[in-house]
């Protein structure tokens, strides 16, 4: 049997607009809505774990009632868990969490004891030049533990990045003028947008340039079946190469280097991948795992800390992918309100907007700070939605100039994760992450002005995910993911599992001249959630 709630429980007296976030640990879970006027009223509440510990979670329950309590049932069932990462997932899992420690799980080959922190001493081998052959070690086992020795040569240099491919690399891959162009762009759009949102990569031989290796060793991480049903890598930064422990290590290549698939239209190494499939896809691989290179840099390299904590350093990869698209619009901090698919924008961005869908259509199943690794692609689109939210709330205004200078303060630190936050905003992590919950529902729904700390200044999400359920609803079916459930106030079940970061929502209604209810925010079984968890619930007035 559930305790009751009685009329000392929290008191809930908000005026259309209004938000409050009530801690339950502090009134027994009990929050105690007034009675109703002459027209109706609609809440929405949002259970939640504001925890900034990744991989939290807790069985939960919401429960309305009158004032009077009443016998109620036992609690439904537990949502269904994450589902599991793809191989290629659980590869970049293993590089990020490497990254976050400064371990990747096999020890320095031995030399002269390195410092434990700061840049590599230079060892400069001078500015690659076309056609000029070279030996790289290639991560060939998704735990590298195996690497391939690849010879790659130069075929095109610009004056901060160059392209290497494979001396193996099948036939049909891309023709000189596609290379050339790849690292035009790359170096005259990518590697500004990112270097200005986040500060410099490391230049530990000295030759000033990132290193592009297009290699089928990255072809061939990922079998062929599952590179078939859609899952493969694309591309990566491994630390190993840059931090100062390796700096003897024949495993490491002592270079900023981003490693590439390289074209495969017969599928010979894994599953096909046609040049122009390569030419579209590899630049949005780029700036994401640029963003990564030069995160360990700022983090690790320079400060002496460890890496970004997996959840926020994917968050801004994705953000960077999100800028790349942006390079191309005319006012690249405009409020936007669509994603043509097709279009050159939209194939920057467009992978974030469809794992946002799908984490707004089901933030029951899915954590903000995943339990292992870099998460889901799902729970990566809650990351990005999460970044986008802080840059517009807390960077001070809609230029790329105050983005960026925002998202270097985040990366030039030895603060990660929910400590980087709470400091960058000053703000309370709780605070921050209770006020996107409810931002997520909230901010340009029709009808209702939402006040502007709840709000997303850089996206109309609901205009654009009408566009996108127009042009393919059959990945898009609805025309915004989510869709709370409702009921009436005192009639208010909702039960589960919450998980650190997201939250789950529920619309309670009033109709006109109804009685006051209570509702009890509890364990599943009726318990008190433990305050280490930060349990909070978040209701706000819509009408």
Known sequence: MLRPCTAAGFPIALAVGEYVTADPTLDSGCTVFPANG?????????PQLATGVPGRSSSFRLTGDTIRPVMLSEPLA??????????????????????????????????????????????????????????????????????????????????????????????????????????ALFNDRLYGVDTAAFGRESDINGDSVVLVLMTGTVNKLVPKAECQAGSFVAGFFFGVDIDP???????????????????????????????????????????????????????????????????????LSHYAEELGGRSFEPTPGA????????????????????NAYEYLDSTRNHFLLPADGIGTLTERGAAWLFVRYLVDRYSGGTSLLEWNTFTRRLLQTTNTGATNVATVTGQ??????????????????????????????????????????????????????LVPSASAGRAVSVSGTLRAGSG????????????????????????????????????????
């Open 78 to 183: 537990a949502s269904p868990g994450d589902d599991l990462l793809s191989t290629a997932d659980r590869f970049h899992a293993f590089l990020r969490h490497g990254d976050e420690r400064r371990s990747w799980g096999f020890l320095p080959e031995k030399g002269p004891a390195p410092s434990p922190s700061g840049p590599l001493p230079s060892t400069t081998v001078g500015p690659p030049v076309m056609n000029e052959l070279r030996t790289f070690q290639v991560c060939a086992r998704l735990d590298c533990k195996r690497f391939d020795t690849v010879r790659a040569r130069v075929r095109a240099v610009k004056s901060k990045v160059a392209i290497l491919v494979d001396t193996l690399a099948p036939a049909g891959g891309l023709d000189s003028t596609a290379l050339d162009g790849l690292a």
């Open 428 to 481: 309370q992590f709780e605070t921050v992450v209770t006020r996107w919950a409810l931002a997520n529902w909230v901010s340009d729904l029709p009808g209702f002005t939402a006040p502007a700390v709840l709000t997303y200044d850089s996206w109309a999400f609901r205009p654009t995910y009408e566009s996108l359920n127009r042009q393919r609803s059959t990945v898009f079916p609805k025309p915004f993911p």
């Open 245 to 315: 422990a390796y700096q003897n290590d024949s495993r490491s290549n002592k270079a900023e280097v981003f490693y590439s698939l390289v074209a495969d239209p017969a599928g010979v190494l894994s599953c096909s991948h046609s040049a122009t499939e390569v030419e579209r896809l590899v630049p949005v691989t780029f700036i994401h795992e640029f963003q990564h290179m030069i995160s360990y840099n700022q983090h690790a390299l320079l400060r002496g800390g460890n890496g970004e904590v997996l959840w926020l350093n994917e968050g």
């Open 504 to 543: 789950i929502y529920h619309r309670a209604l009033q109709a006109p001249g109804d009685p006051g209810f209570t509702l009890l925010f509890s364990t599943g079984g009726g318990g008190v959630l433990s305050p280490t968890l930060i349990p909070r619930l978040n209701v706000i007035r819509i009408q």
């Open 335 to 354: 409020r936007l309100t669509d994603c043509t698919i097709g279009s050159v924008v939209c194939r920057y961005y467009g992978g974030n907007l469809l």
């Open 38 to 46: 002459a027209s109706d009223a609609e809440y929405l509440v949002v």
